[in-house]
């Protein structure tokens, strides 16, 4: 089975702290997604990467960056913490574009800025 | 009109009973489709993929519509173990964008 593992199951953090949430899929996938989802909005997408080193947009990327510098793994950086980044952050990864509709999660991090 | 819209619910529903709910979405363009199921403060899951002639998979069977560019999902028998949100995911045929509906929950009551 594809584990995608996320560093951190809760995490609490001050404003303008910078955080680093971490994400390792164990299955050689291309393809790597970092989404957050708030009630009533549903899951919105950050920053998504295709291969080692590249990185796109998503939807919402304002006070976001994200590093991908190993193919196993995705990063999710918020430089400067606020608390409209209060919200669960699911990593998620696929094996190419051919099937990048399926998506394999993370469990989340439930990540409180205070 | 927004990309992918779903009832929100929640449905309330007996066990056993059948239970159908349905997605559209305003991309005609969209060319792949598919069920996610997410259970309380879990990630969400593949539930199935929905194909032109329909797909069946067990109690759940999924249906496209592209005349009227909309997705279905029926519950058969429902069980207690049916209860979460179910997320319909559609990808766009631009840059390959996948969209998430924000999900229908589902309660089955005992």
């Known amino acids: 089975d594809v584990k995608v593992t996320q560093s951190s199951r809760y995490l609490v953090k001050r404003t303008g702290e910078k955080v680093f949430l971490e994400c390792v899929q164990d299955?050689?996938?291309?393809?790597m997604f970092w989404y957050r989802q708030d009630p009533g909005l549903g899951l919105r997408l950050i920053y998504f990467s295709y291969d080692v080193k590249m990185k796109e947009k998503g939807d919402i990327p304002e006070g976001y960056s994200v590093s991908r510098e190993k193919k196993e793994r995705f990063s999710l950086i918020l430089e400067s913490a606020s608390t409209n980044q209060t919200s669960m952050y699911l990593c998620?990864?696929?094996?190419?574009?051919?099937?990048?509709?399926?998506?394999?999660f993370g469990s989340g991090t439930q990540l409180s800025v205070l | 009109r927004k990309e992918v819209e779903q009832d929100p619910g929640p449905f309330n529903v007996p066990e056993g009973a059948t239970v159908a709910f349905n997605c559209t979405y305003s991309?005609?363009?969209?060319?792949?489709f598919f069920w996610y199921r997410q259970d309380c403060r879990k990630e969400p899951k593949l539930l199935m993929s929905v194909y032109s002639s329909g797909n069946e998979d067990g109690r759940f069977t999924a249906q496209l519509n592209r005349a009227s560019q909309y997705i279905s999902l029926l519950i058969r028998d429902s069980k207690l173990s049916d209860s979460a949100t179910y997320l319909c995911?559609?990808?766009?045929?631009?840059?390959?964008?996948?969209?998430f509906g924000k999900g229908t929950r589902l309660h089955i009551l005992p």
């Open positions: 991309n005609s363009a969209s060319q792949s």
């Open positions: 995911v559609v990808n766009e045929n631009r840059d390959d964008k996948i969209i």
């Open positions: 998620a990864s696929s094996p190419s574009w051919a099937t990048n509709e399926k998506l394999f």
């Open positions: 299955m050689d996938h291309e393809n």
